[in-house]
């Protein structure tokens, strides 16, 4: 675990941001983290329409009628089965020390908006895989088209989560916040919103996915640093190799990405695609 931190001196309420990639072991590590922290309020990366069922797990509603509600009335965009393993530990931590800590006050912050369309353009990417695994041509400019198009929405709702976010923290003496595994933009928000912010990397290293790739070297565009054909075709087809070769051929997204690392480690480190 990596820590980036500040002095104390002229802020106001402390805040951790906690950055950890969506995978379950993830997830595992940040919830023993969370279970040694002592805090009285934590954001967590959920949609807010489900904030009500996450109160009552925390206060001691079955797991599986908390699924079930979620499976009934369709709350979650992605698939649930592969959302509910990943975040699970998270979750049964947030209920130990709900136990323990009784004022503890828990805050899901993922904007619905924004989680309903990227679930469809998870749907559109996956479209677009299929046709070039099947006919091995790339349409370069409807995989820029819609991945900048997730950047834009994604940069939007950052904005609306961000503004919820420190709203929250104003209230409270000390917050954990889980962010994804880039947490760097929040943390930067909180400490220039006059929070005295701290981040930590959970479970690095990191290594970026082909798509997780693509998707950084589009918004880099944004810095005048040019996106080449040749290598948006590269990082397209190292993702369709991904899906074919790990995805589709492992058990949940852990085991995927586990296997995928554990072959080219070493081309990731002399590449820096590490985080």
């Given at each position: 675990m990596?820590?980036?931190?500040?002095?104390?001196?002229?802020?106001?309420?402390?805040?951790?941001?906690?950055?950890?990639?969506?995978?379950?072991?993830?997830?595992?590590?940040?919830?023993?983290?969370?279970?040694?922290?002592k805090c009285n309020a934590i954001l967590i990366p959920i949609p807010r329409t489900i904030q009500r069922?996450?109160?009552?797990?925390?206060?001691?509603?079955?797991?599986?009628?908390?699924?079930?509600?979620?499976?009934?009335?369709?709350?979650?965009?992605?698939?649930?089965?592969p959302?509910?393993?990943?975040?699970?530990?998270?979750?049964?931590?947030?209920?130990?020390?709900?136990?323990?800590?009784?004022r503890l006050e828990i805050f899901c912050y993922a904007d619905p908006t924004y989680e309903e369309r990227s679930a469809q353009t998870a749907v559109r990417i996956s479209t677009l895989t299929f046709?070039?695994?099947?006919?091995?041509?790339?349409?370069l400019d409807a995989w820029r088209e819609l991945l900048a198009s997730e950047l834009l929405m994604?940069?939007?709702?950052?904005?609306?989560?961000?503004?919820?976010?420190?709203?929250?923290?104003?209230?409270?003496?000390d917050t954990v916040f889980v962010s994804g595994v880039k947490g760097g933009s929040i943390y930067k928000r909180l400490r220039s919103s006059g929070h005295d912010a701290q981040l930590e990397y959970i479970d690095l290293p990191?290594?970026?996915?082909?798509?997780?790739?693509?998707?950084?070297?589009?918004?880099?565009?944004?810095?005048?640093?040019?996106?080449t054909e040749d290598r948006m075709?590269?990082?397209?087809?190292?993702?369709?190799?991904?899906?074919?070769?790990?995805?589709?051929?492992?058990?949940?997204?852990d085991e995927a990405y586990l296997r995928w690392t554990a072959r080219y480690r070493p081309r990731f480190i002399s590449e820096d695609f590490i985080l």
């Amino acid at each position: 675990m990596v820590k980036v931190s500040h002095d104390r001196d002229g802020f106001m309420s402390r805040v951790s941001v906690l950055a950890v990639p969506k995978l379950r072991k993830s997830f595992m590590k940040a919830a023993s983290y969370l279970e040694e922290t002592k805090c009285n309020a934590i954001l967590i990366p959920i949609p807010r329409t489900i904030q009500r069922f996450i109160e009552e797990y925390a206060l001691g509603a079955p797991y599986e009628l908390f699924v079930e509600k979620l499976r009934r009335l369709k709350l979650i965009s992605e698939p649930l089965g592969p959302w509910t393993r990943m975040i699970e530990p998270l979750l049964r931590a947030l209920r130990e020390m709900k136990h323990k800590l009784k004022r503890l006050e828990i805050f899901c912050y993922a904007d619905p908006t924004y989680e309903e369309r990227s679930a469809q353009t998870a749907v559109r990417i996956s479209t677009l895989t299929f046709n070039v695994a099947s006919t091995g041509k790339i349409d370069l400019d409807a995989w820029r088209e819609l991945l900048a198009s997730e950047l834009l929405m994604k940069a939007e709702a950052f904005e609306r989560e961000t503004s919820f976010a420190v709203d929250i923290v104003e209230d409270y003496s000390d917050t954990v916040f889980v962010s994804g595994v880039k947490g760097g933009s929040i943390y930067k928000r909180l400490r220039s919103s006059g929070h005295d912010a701290q981040l930590e990397y959970i479970d690095l290293p990191y290594y970026f996915t082909p798509l997780q790739i693509l998707r950084n070297e589009i918004e880099l565009e944004r810095k005048r640093k040019v996106l080449t054909e040749d290598r948006m075709e590269e990082l397209i087809r190292e993702h369709i190799g991904y899906v074919r070769e790990y995805i589709l051929k492992s058990s949940d997204l852990d085991e995927a990405y586990l296997r995928w690392t554990a072959r080219y480690r070493p081309r990731f480190i002399s590449e820096d695609f590490i985080l």
